[in-house]
């Protein structure tokens, strides 16, 4: 049984997509940040829906399953804040009017952490169907950052999922098109590249930002602050 301690200090994880060794892969990266912080995370597993969001209709119909998901651990966990892992952010508006803790949403976060200081930024992503959904975000959260566009890998994103070799060189290849396009930071666009984006992570050319330990960041600061706000960009959507 969680303490009063443990939910003080308890972030909670909406993993959007219904596999739950991703939710465990997902909570394991956000738990890596929090080292020494006192805080943890904890994940939950929306309960239908696809196992990887690949597709415009699957991400609008996962919102309504990351919510009641979320709902179901914030009523266990007692949580001091929501991080939902899928990029499209999928349920975050309606999780916001509906709890007054921070929700974050990792495309949310790593966009605003992407555009900080002005800098010229991209995402890269396997996902070629959620480009709109992708662009849309950025147009939500930062209409007015330096924005250098979206650079897609070849091939299906549930192979490359399953396979960090061949993800780390396709993903590589589209922040090499990033870069010569003057990005300066690149998002990797997808909770579940979490491996690949450790990897790309390393490069000295960009900085390449990781969705979740973003997350995990902004939830740390939202906890500490009434509001948080990252130059030209929107912390919300509202």
Same mark, same amino acid.
Request: glycine fraction near 8%.
């Given at each position: 049984? !969680? ?9 909670? $994880? ?17 738990? =890596?940040?929090?080292? *020494? ?22 991400? /609008?119909? #996962? ?21 939902? #892992?899928?990029? +499209? ?5 309606? $999780? ?10 990792? *495309? ?19 996902? +070629? ?7 849309? %975000? ?15 890998? @070849?091939?299906?994103? %549930? ?5 960090? =070799? ?6 590589? !290849?589209?922040?090499? *098109?990033?870069?010569?396009? +003057? ?6 666009? +997808?909770?579940?590249?979490? @491996? ?13 930002? @990781?969705?979740?330990? !973003? ?6 600061? /939202? ?10 960009? #929107?912390?919300?959507?509202?």
């Amino acid at each position: 049984m !969680s303490t009063d301690t443990d939910r003080r200090r308890t972030i909670l $994880l909406v993993n959007p997509n219904t596999n739950a060794d991703t939710t465990d892969r997902m909570v394991a990266k956000a738990n =890596t940040v929090l080292t *020494g912080t006192g805080f943890r995370t904890v994940g939950v597993t929306a309960a239908r829906g696809p196992k990887m969001i690949v597709e415009p209709q699957a991400l /609008e119909n #996962s919102a309504r399953w990351a919510v009641d998901a979320a709902m179901v651990g914030i009523d266990r966990y007692q949580p001091v804040a929501v991080i939902v #892992s899928a990029f +499209g952010d999928p349920g975050a508006d309606e $999780l916001r009017s509906r709890v007054e803790i921070p929700v974050i949403g990792i *495309g949310q976060a790593s966009i605003l952490e992407a555009a900080q200081d002005g800098r010229r930024f991209a995402i890269a992503t396997t996902t +070629g169907l959620l480009a709109d959904a992708m662009n849309d %975000l950025v147009q939500w959260y930062c209409p007015t950052g330096d924005y250098a566009g979206l650079w897609l890998t @070849e091939g299906d994103p %549930l192979t490359l999922a399953q396979d960090t =070799t061949a993800s780390v060189s396709q993903l590589g !290849s589209a922040i090499d *098109g990033a870069v010569a396009a +003057g990005a300066r930071a690149v998002v990797i666009g +997808g909770g579940p590249l979490s @491996e690949p984006a450790q990897v790309l992570s390393l490069r000295t050319d960009a900085t390449v930002i @990781e969705p979740i330990p !973003s997350a995990v960041r902004k939830a740390l600061a /939202e906890c500490s602050v009434s509001e948080c706000s990252v130059s030209e960009c #929107s912390s919300t959507r509202s």
